[in-house]
């Protein structure tokens, strides 16, 4: 996959000008590396196809940047990026995911300290050296090796929504196989859990040495741990692990079951199997020691250990085998059933694309209505939006209505910022124009718990405010949740009949699935949105319902499966 690595070290090239202090370069290269990911097929056929003219009708793509790309194609490497590494030689992409250390700030260390990578960074917050550095303290440097260790915690996991693309490549490359009847991802990847340590794919063919050395031969193949016919076990050069396991057509189901795990799902299956005396393991479901009861599918094993099939996003021993026993599974919300997105960022504050642009991929997507939803203007960083420039956009989207009438509807609204006291940075009687106002946190994010709660609360109960978006702020493998009463915002939004968010984007993923639960408990109705910032995000609408169906909620929970009429109709009961 050229173009992901391509996509990177523009990206990275980008961190490098932003460092010098060049002036709009970086967000070229920044659109350009957007654009590379974006692309459908490889860069390289691309360019063997329409040359660099046709590099250069890439949004974001110039002659100069144009010219960067044949290098790259032609030689492996970019001079230019070379060059700036050698210069300032740190570890730049691992140190500007440190939340709160931006290129700027990755310069001065180096200038200052000689910090080049993570480590150094640790040890010179610990030797006390960056709270005598102009611009820093003794706050800064302890928030820094906070930061250190919430990144070192996370990084051994990779994000579900980031690796979903090259796992489903694989699992194509394999399928595509004469030798192999079929295969399937097993494991947390199944589960649709958040993150993954690792891939656990299972196959079943009759010529496992083909298929192992075929496996190996995967483009994206860095090193192959150990090699059977069996189980083969390789790292890709994204530093994921998979493990390969073929087994027989017959045990298929009982091995889909075991790998699926989670462990303490199948701990309690077996405790089941072994009460009525029989035993449950990779191979089967039997009866004494050779008689096979189940094994070849997985609505068998569960049939005949007297269950309902319980979906594998559910399998976690969280109360979902008692359910299944009384034949009480909620019918969870299906894949593919979003009618449409609410929480949309265009160009005219830190989206890559314009409305119709946005709009049309929407269209495309199969949507049947978004809510274009800006920041306001106290995010000063993406050229947030005030009074004045909202009803121009409602202007201009209200044109769009009229020209795409029959194809989507396009609702009006803003994600409001929050302001520390708990008012929004938005006047009432503007927010009475939008359809649909979602308000969230984007400062102020270590209040003390209970006053963080009370501002959030006061913001939600503004009576026109519809929801909260990604409502406990955290970002993934870089930073916690603020601290919350999770328990009293949802208590809030059920007395107030207000909607919490599950915001899909793959390192939010916010409410996150305990918390998703609850709201189903309490009747606390939701919504599922992508928090595009570009037309390529709408693919995470589906990486939002994993996460419901993680959290047990059903098409009765989340809004917006509703036709726009029935949605339109909810908001205005409240
Ligand atoms: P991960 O990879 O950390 O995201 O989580 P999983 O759930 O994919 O765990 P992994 O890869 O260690 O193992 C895959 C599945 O194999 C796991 O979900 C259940 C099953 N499994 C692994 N070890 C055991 C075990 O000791 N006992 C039982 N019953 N099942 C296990
Ligand atoms: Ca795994
Ligand atoms: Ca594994
Ligand atoms: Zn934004």
Redesign the pocket.
């Known amino acids: 996959m050229s173009n992901l690595e391509l996509a990177k070290l523009l990206r990275l090239i980008g961190s490098y000008l932003e460092m010098k202090n060049v002036a709009f370069k970086p967000q070229a290269y920044q659109k350009a590396s957007y654009s590379i990911e974006a692309l459908d097929e490889d860069i390289g056929e691309y360019f063997k196809k329409f040359g660099q003219e046709g590099l250069e009708k890439l949004p974001g793509v110039g002659k100069s940047i144009a010219e960067k790309i044949v290098e790259y194609l032609k030689t492996g490497k970019i001079k230019e990026l070379e060059e700036l590494k050698k210069e300032v030689p740190v570890d730049l992409e691992t140190l500007t995911s440190i939340e709160g250390i931006g290129p700027r700030i990755v310069y001065k260390l180096y200038q200052s300290l000689k910090v080049k990578n993570i480590d150094d960074l640790e040890k010179a917050c610990q030797e006390h050296k960056i709270r005598n550095l102009p611009g820093f303290g003794e706050k800064s440097e302890q928030k820094i090796l906070r930061s250190i260790k919430f990144f070192k915690e996370g990084s051994a996991?990779f994000l579900l929504g980031h690796i979903m693309p090259v796992v489903e490549e694989l699992v194509k490359y394999l399928s595509d196989s004469e030798n192999v009847k079929k295969v399937v991802p097993?494991?947390?990847?199944r589960?649709r859990?958040e993150?993954?340590?690792?891939i656990?794919l299972l196959a079943v063919s009759d010529k496992p040495h083909e298929v192992m050395e075929h496996f190996i031969h995967f483009d994206e193949v860095e090193h192959v741990y150990a090699k059977g016919s069996t189980k083969t076990m390789i790292r890709l050069k994204n530093g994921l692990d998979i493990d390969l396991r073929v087994v027989e057509e017959k045990s298929f189901g009982a091995a889909l079951s075991?790998?699926?795990?989670?462990?303490e799902h199948?701990?309690a299956l077996?405790e089941i199997a072994i009460s009525k005396g029989w035993k449950l393991n990779e191979y089967g479901l039997f009866d004494g020691k050779n008689k096979m009861i189940a094994g070849k599918t997985e609505e068998d094993i569960y049939q005949k250990l007297g269950m309902q099939y319980i979906p594998p996003e559910m399998r976690e021993n969280k109360g979902e085998i008692s359910l299944a026993q009384k034949n009480k599974l909620p019918k969870l919300i299906e894949y593919g059933s979003i009618r449409g997105d609410l929480q949309i960022q265009t160009n005219w504050t830190d989206g890559q694309n314009s409305i119709e642009e946005m709009v049309k991929a929407a269209i495309e997507h199969g949507l049947e209505y978004i809510c274009i939803t800006d920041h306001t203007k106290s995010l000063a960083m993406t050229g947030g939006c005030d009074e004045k420039k909202l009803l121009k956009q409602m202007a201009e989207i209200d044109k769009l209505n009229a020209k795409y009438k029959n194809k989507i509807k396009i609702l009006k609204g803003a994600e409001v910022n929050i302001l520390k006291d708990g008012t929004l940075d938005i006047k009432d009687e503007i927010l009475a124009k939008l359809d649909f106002v979602g308000v969230a946190v984007h400062s102020h994010f270590n209040l003390p718990r209970d006053v963080q709660t009370l501002r959030i609360k006061k913001a939600l109960i503004n009576p026109y405010v519809d929801c909260l978006f990604h409502p406990t702020g955290r970002i993934i493998n870089k930073r916690p949740a603020y601290e919350l009463d999770i328990e009293e915002i949802i208590d809030t939004a059920k007395k107030y009949n207000k909607i919490l968010e599950i915001d899909a984007y793959p390192d939010r993923l916010d409410l996150k699935d305990d918390h998703i639960r609850k709201c189903v408990e309490k009747g606390v109705k939701m919504v599922i949105d992508t928090d595009a910032h570009s037309f390529l995000h709408y693919v995470y609408l589906d990486l939002g319902v994993s996460q419901a169906r993680r959290g047990w909620a059903t098409a009765d929970d989340i809004l917006n499966t509703l036709s726009l009429k029935d949605f339109l109709r909810a908001l205005n009961k409240k």
């Not at 097993?186 to 990847?189: E, V």
């Open positions: 996991r097993a494991g947390s990847y589960r859990k993150t993954v340590g690792d656990d075991y790998f699926t795990g989670s462990k199948n701990v077996r």
